[in-house]
């Protein structure tokens, strides 16, 4: 067996499914935590599901380019791939979703690929086992539709164990008291599977041996609980929809006692009117009684004027009985919609207050007008946002500034604002992501999903342009470098784990591409910053430091990162800094 | 022999040897060309790996090997392999420096 670097530093793994809709998610399911079984029963790892795209080991399906630099190839060939220990996407498992699988464990191979043989050897990448050449075991690269019933190949088991630990043994309440027991149960146990012996070996025929027993009484378990789970959510649904029904009987309820209150203050309002002409026709009759009366008037007013206020409100109630209305009617609609069934928030009885602020404006010089000024950073104690060399001087970027080195070293004045020299970009700038100058001498700036190309100092018809229009990925939110590489002189885009190649004809990614950032050995992923200096050599940076890259053996000159300030921004060494060279 | 070989082109064959890290995945980006005899150390690798006949050479067996289905990762601890954390636990856990 062979052991692959990193491992996972618990024991505790947790694991979720990205595909749950598809068809046969949950015999996927079923297979995976089947084959996790086969890995957790011999040694100290367990593991869980849990849904959640935070989750250790995420297992997909996908089809061709998938996003991380290692496409699959349609039915047949590939399989599968998985990622080894590690944050992000270390520990997925890939599978190709073009591939016939088999999700029933059928050993018959004419129904597809065994599922669960290639999860099983997959979620050994997960768990930090590389392939093996002994052509019996899980880690053997090519794939065989071997029985697994639970067992592990000795060379797997090895593998798992030395990462992990043995698994130990758990007892009941009844533990054996003393060491002799234990030596008899281990005996027992050496006597009962032997995985040397041959299949005709009596312990080793499925049906005499009784750890096959102990593991159909786990898997046994193992669905009673998956069972009880499964009701378990069955009634948190029933009891969220009783909930739900007894919230719309309370609203009904509320709704009719508003009705019957607004009949009622109909009524009442009838009633009135009825005596208003009543009494209008008794002044009529006796028009000086009556101005002979100013309490009686001021009493009408009175009522009149409480009528109304009582009208208005009847109206307001009305309103938001409406807006109530509306409103349960567009949640219940959204729900029929999205098919989901979570609980709905009782919605506020407020009716949002008329107002005459304005949308948002889109532009966007306008919106940080009175933002205070980023502070200027410390030239010896910065990372870097971008680096490039610009009309033969080296450009460096950080933030809103940059700094400028010439032939006789840094610029006085520097840094300053990047606008002060471009100032067609964006008046709300915070930083670049990557700048290089092109083979027409245009320099392109890359902005979040956008990029500014500038010939000189003015920016070129048409720009900005998204990044999809050089035929990246729309989901792509920004670029981490782009250089040009003196091997080929060709130009490339690097973010987090994947790069990019662009045909300088066309203008657009080449096909082939993304690739994954690990064939620029020893810069890792997610870099600062890169470019191509005046010695034709290529720089990477991430954080403080900086490697430089050797063209021909396509890994980096030296393994430690060097301090950028002291090469790029000619800071001084501090007392007692030692030169690598010294160390 | 020489129809398999014919049935596998050496650009296959190439292709094959990078993917899976019998020669260096770098390749694919400086296009580098390998002698006769990296080609066949290479092909040897994979034969011993794969458990079938070492003979250095493209043949049947080689042949049938490589379209067989197979996982994706690659079958050699290299620099370019797939974890993130690979590399820094390579250059940085061994190297040993002269005071």
Redesign the interface.
Known sequence: F?L???KWSRTDLTWSMVNRSMPDASKVERMVQTALDVWANHSKLTFREVYSDQADIQILFARRAHGDG?K?DGP???????????????GDAHFDADETWNFDGESDDSHG?NFLN?AL??LG?SLGL??S?I?DAVMF???QNNEVAGNLPDDDRYGIQQLYGTKEKTWGPYKPQTTTTTTTTTTMRAMIYRADKPAYWPWNNPSNNPNNDRNRARERQEEERRRQEKERRRQEEERRHQEEERRRQVEERQRQEEERWRQEQERQEEENRRRKIEHKSQWERNPSKERNRPRERQEMERRRQEQERQEQERQEQEDRRRERERDRQLEWERRNRNGAREPVTPTANTTPRPTNKPYPTVHRQHHHHNKPRKPKPDSCMTYYDAISIIRGELFIFRGPYLWRIGTSGLYNGYPTEIRRHWSALPENLTKVDAVYENKQRQIVFFIGREYYVFNSVMLAPGFPKPLASLGLPPTLTHIDASFVWG??NRTYMTSG?LYWRIDDYTGQVEL?YP??M??W?????NIDAAFQYLDGKTYFFKNLGYWEFN?DR???AH??AKLSARRWMQCARSANEVDDEQ? | SKKAKTAISEDIMYNYLMQ?DYL???D????ALRTEDQLKEAIRSLQ????ITVTGEIDSATAR?I?????????R?S??????????????SN?R?R?
């Open positions: 062979a692959q670097g990193p290692y699959f047949g060939q590939v399989l599968a791939h998985a990622f080894y220990p590690g944050e992000g996407r270390g690929t290639v050897h997959e990448h590389a392939h050449a052509p690269p090519w794939y091997h080929n784990t082939d690739r994954d690990s064939i050995s020893g810069v890792g992923y063209d396509m890994k980096v393994a430690r160390r | 899976f260096p995945k770098s694919l980006e400086t296009g011993s790996f794969g458990n090997l379209q067989k289905p197979r996982c994706g990762v690659g079958d601890r620099a370019d392999s797939f974890s993130p954390d690979n590399l820094y636990h390579e250059i940085g190297v420096v005071r």
